[in-house]
């Protein structure tokens, strides 16, 4: 098959540095937006409509690629989303105006959106039970990284060479396709779903398991993934609504705060684009150990737990970002303490998410499953970036007023996660999602 002897850790590197290229390109254009708003004259309204074009091509993308992914493969889909958005984000350096900017990053967007929720599934799906929180976990710890190479660019590149390159640049990750198409495995879960039994133990030997034990209710009929109605009948229809409610506040709240945020440094906060731009560099850094920390509780405390602590963290240091750290009166060092405290809670809950979102799901519709909860966030997505432009455009409102929606915002779906989430620590796939069966064990 191409990818002998890749372990589950190499299959989370190499699905991780794909994960590293969406957040770079994502990154890229909160800072690109910064530049063309001066160079094109746009409102605040239109560079909240701009980054909501992006997104709201991401909520097509999650949503059709989780189909596409249980119908055709998670690597062949991974892999096509992201020729998608490499290529989209190498012809935006072409634009000649706002309509042709929003048109392709509506393009964009669709394989960015798309590439996320497959390399989430494929990772859950060859990780063992014991580690597979920590794997995925660790496996979003690479959008820090994309985010620091994102906001490096922004920093050294785009001052000097202009925004132009800075697509340019974007557009290099189709090149990784090549690697992923050589080096990447497909999934074990998948290949004995869809009745290939033989190759599925082929997969499982190069990810060093042991042993597939069919299970007939596996092997019997081709994978066709399942409808949207499946997903809100019987027992999935309350990890549905948890996980639908929960993605959409999660990308609510990041896309109307990073985004944005180089813009609000720059221009609400007064602190000019340069010096902005190092400290969005500066922020983005605690993400990391966010990441990290995340990875370490989520094993020893579990899903739920360790996402509720860290939504309830995020929504306290919102709130006091805005309130004392974007205030008239705020230092530098209020500024980068509560703003990388955001970073710190936020995106260690967001490993937490793509960890549990895959593991609520049997492989029959765990691509649909999360494909379409990490698309009805998208949405979101949508919303907050426009929100944010609205609020402090038309209606005259400041950051702290902005925060305290994120803040609230944050509140609620850690109630959510708190009153209807279940713990999955520790357990396999399929005794998580499929109780009244016992599919082959083909990791952990």
């Known amino acids: 098959m191409g990818a002998r002897g890749v372990g589950p850790r190499r299959v989370t590197v190499l699905a991780g540095l794909g994960w590293m290229f969406d957040a770079m390109d994502v990154g890229l254009l909160s800072f690109v937006m910064v530049v063309l708003a001066r160079e094109w004259g746009l409102t605040q309204g239109e560079v909240g409509l701009a980054i909501s074009a992006g997104l709201l091509g991401m909520f097509v993308g999650a949503a059709v690629s989780g189909e596409l992914a249980d119908r055709y493969g998670r690597k062949t889909i991974l892999i096509a989303t992201m020729l998608v958005y490499s290529i989209a984000t190498g012809l935006t350096a072409l634009v000649w105006g706002f309509g042709a900017l929003l048109v392709l990053r509506f393009v964009t967007g669709l394989g960015l959106g798309g590439e996320l929720p497959v390399a989430s599934t494929l990772v859950a799906e060859v990780a063992p039970a014991r580690s597979r929180g920590r794997m995925i976990v660790l496996l979003e710890s690479f959008w820090a990284y994309g985010w620091i190479l994102a906001a490096v660019i922004g920093y050294l590149v785009i001052p000097e060479l202009g925004w132009r390159i800075a697509f340019i640049i974007g557009a290099l990750p189709a090149l990784y396709t090549l690697?992923?198409?050589?080096?990447?495995?497909?999934?074990?879960?998948?290949?004995?779903?869809?009745?290939?039994?033989?190759?599925?133990?082929?997969?499982?030997?190069?990810?060093?398991?042991e042993e597939v034990r069919e299970a007939g209710s596996w092997v019997e009929r081709p994978a066709a993934g399942v409808g949207l109605k499946a997903l809100w009948s019987g027992r999935f229809a309350r990890r549905t609504a948890m996980l639908w409610v929960l993605w959409f506040g999660m990308v609510f709240s990041y896309y109307g705060i990073f985004t944005w945020l180089p813009q609000i440094l720059a221009t609400e906060a007064g602190y000019g684009l340069a010096r902005s731009f190092g400290f969005v560099l500066l922020i983005t850094l605690a993400q990391v150990p966010g990441y990290f920390s995340a990875a370490y509780l989520v094993e020893k405390w579990g899903r739920k737990a360790t996402l509720v602590v860290y939504l309830l963290g995020s929504a306290a240091v919102a709130l006091l970002f805005g309130l004392r750290g974007l205030g008239a009166e705020a230092s530098a060092a209020e500024?980068?303490?509560?703003?990388?405290?955001?970073?710190?809670?936020?995106?260690?809950?967001?490993?937490?998410?793509?960890?549990?979102?895959?593991?609520?799901?049997?492989?029959?519709a765990r691509g649909s499953g999360a494909g379409w909860a990490a698309g009805v966030g998208r949405l979101g997505g949508v919303a907050g970036p426009y929100l944010v432009g609205a609020m402090l455009g038309g209606w005259g409102l400041g950051p702290g007023a902005v925060f305290t929606v994120f803040a609230t915002v944050l509140f609620v779906i850690s109630l959510d996660v708190l009153l209807l989430g279940e713990e999955t620590k520790g357990r396999a796939l399929e005794d998580i999602s499929e109780p009244e069966q016992r599919p082959a064990a083909v990791s952990g």
């Open 179 to 209: 690697v992923l198409r050589r080096s990447l495995p497909e999934s074990p879960r998948y290949l004995l779903r869809r009745g290939c039994p033989e190759e599925a133990r082929e997969a499982a030997a190069g990810l060093g398991v």
């Open 335 to 364: 500024l980068l303490l509560w703003g990388s405290l955001v970073s710190f809670f936020n995106l260690g809950a967001w490993g937490v998410l793509y960890s549990y979102t895959p593991e609520l799901y049997p492989t029959r």
